[in-house]
């Protein structure tokens, strides 16, 4: 459904930007790299009633996942797409997509802060997010997304793990060489769990064979197999593998997600609202999946106890039919930067219901992990 009532229009007096630096509970790796810290930039956008909203810019350290990264993020952000708003003075935060348009690309920064605004002007009525994206359900189904380990024996114990503490679907990352025998493994110890992969564009179309094994393993998905510019590639794998695949890194936007949809490159959508350029164009790609009868689940990239409220609400509307990574903040952080960060019940997280985002800033969190900070004042 699209959005019916729009958020009060505001005015961003201040927009202050972090860089957050948070260290991960363990090491997580997926075909692009390893991570141990998450480094994130966190938006306050305060409005001129003195009301602060707040963002989360998805980007990772190295521009590795995509274009995006940190450095970058916060260079456009301060330089450009903060300015943007500001000089445009009073506005209902629906308005931000069509401000941010000129500049090309971007789409963590521009999510980021529309996030931050949208956040404020629902705190200033005191609407939740839940309410205004159209969420129907008070708990979300969580799965969690593994990342690789030494091997497939260490994986298994990994997963294990997760599923003793209830997640009720599991997706492993997986890389050249580093596939088929985890898989295997995985599927092995726990034949009925919901199970799929994520390549995070490792492959190419010569690799059709490798991931044509994949399908004796009864996968829910394989996740973006192939380059994000693969659309033609994808369609012509899909037509060479029994497994879904759903697009991720692929689907940049509403007209991304068409285009593939067209021409077979997916069947199934990831939807992240960072990749996408903000909760609002997420929720249009919701809404195109949904009238053309196409699952979607919610993605996630890391998100701190901002984010993940974000992700919470958005994995809440109708649309979304699977599982998503939507996982408790435990499962990445030991500390959170939110007083009360999601945790998992009986398999679910639960849909913050308060005022915007519905959560609280742990504000000596929020300092301890902050490593820069800048504020645009209009
Ligand atoms: O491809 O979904 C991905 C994390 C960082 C970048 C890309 C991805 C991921 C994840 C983790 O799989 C999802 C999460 O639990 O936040
Ligand atoms: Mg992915």
């Not at 943007?84 to 401000?99: H, K, M, N, S």
């Not at 003793?164 to 890389?175: A, F, L, M, N, P």
């Not at 044509?212 to 369609?235: K, M, S």
């Not at 990574?325 to 930067?337: L, M, N, P, T």
Request: proline share 6%; glycine share 8%.
């Amino acid at each position: 459904m699209p959005i019916v009532t729009p958020a009060a229009a505001v005015t961003l007096d201040e927009i202050e930007m972090r860089v957050l630096q948070i260290p991960l509970v363990s090491p997580f790796t997926t075909s692009f790299g390893t991570e141990t810290v998450r480094e994130v930039i966190i938006v306050r956008a305060r409005t001129s009633d003195g009301v602060d909203g707040w963002g989360e810019i998805v980007t990772q350290n190295a521009p590795l996942y995509s274009s995006e990264y940190t450095q970058g993020a916060w260079d456009v952000a301060t330089r450009w797409l903060g300015p943007a708003l500001q000089q445009r003075g009073t506005f209902p935060p629906e308005e931000i997509p069509e401000i941010l348009e000129p500049f090309v690309g971007h789409r963590m920064a521009k999510a980021g802060l529309e996030l931050a605004a949208l956040d404020a002007a629902l705190r200033t009525e005191g609407r939740s997010f839940a309410s205004y994206l159209g969420a129907e359900r008070v708990m979300i189904p969580s799965g969690v997304s593994v990342g690789i380990q030494s091997d497939p024996a260490a994986l298994v114990e990994t997963v294990r793990g997760y599923l003793d503490e209830g997640y009720v679907r599991i997706k492993i990352k997986i890389r050249p060489g580093r596939d088929i025998d985890d898989t295997a493994a995985v599927r092995a110890a726990f034949p009925d769990i919901p199970l799929q992969v994520d390549a995070n564009s490792a492959y190419t179309l010569a690799d059709a064979d490798t991931l044509a094994q994949l399908d004796r393993f009864g996968l829910l998905l394989i996740e973006q197999p192939l380059q994000e510019d693969d659309i033609v590639d994808h369609a012509a794998l899909a037509q060479s593998l029994k497994t879904p695949i759903c697009l991720d890194e692929s689907i940049t936007s509403v007209k991304a997600a068409r285009d593939a949809l067209a021409l077979g490159s997916t069947t199934v959508i990831n939807v992240k609202a960072g990749r996408v350029g903000g909760y609002l164009e997420a929720v249009r790609i919701a809404d195109l999946c949904e009238g053309a009868g196409i699952p979607v689940w919610c993605g996630g990239m890391l998100e701190t106890g901002i984010g993940r409220a974000a992700n919470a609400a958005l994995a809440a509307l109708p649309a979304f039919t699977l599982p998503g990574d939507v996982s408790a903040s435990a499962r990445f952080y030991e500390r959170d930067i939110v007083t009360e960060p999601a945790v998992l019940e009986d398999g679910h997280v639960r849909v913050p219901t308060g005022p915007g985002l519905g959560v609280e800033i742990d504000a000596d969190a929020l300092d301890a992990f902050t490593v820069a900070r800048e504020a645009l004042r209009r």
